[in-house]
């Protein structure tokens, strides 16, 4: 489960939503950036919260292939 972050910010990004779009009244921009940077990981509540914020879900963020997201 490496590159989290890295993954969820190209995903973020494709559909063209922001850094604070994802925040709103959930957690801080800090935070997001940290965690799209590598330097901390979420718990599962909070990851699942996160991907719902860029209406992704579990089973298609791990299937989703790396190169082409």
Same mark, same amino acid.
């Given at each position: 489960m490496n590159n989290l972050g890295t993954t969820y910010r190209k995903i973020r990004k494709s559909r063209g939503i922001t850094q604070a779009q @994802?925040? $709103?009244? *959930?957690?801080?921009?800090? &935070? *997001?950036? $940290? /965690?799209?940077?590598? $330097? *901390? &990981?979420?718990? @599962? &509540? +909070? /990851?699942?919260? *996160? +991907?719902?914020?860029?209406?992704c879900g579990f089973d298609e963020f791990f299937s989703s292939p790396k190169d082409t997201v």
């Open positions: @994802v925040c $709103k009244d *959930l957690l801080s921009r800090a &935070t *997001l950036s $940290k /965690f799209e940077n590598e $330097k *901390l &990981t979420p718990s @599962v &509540t +909070l /990851f699942i919260a *996160l +991907l719902a914020r860029i209406d």
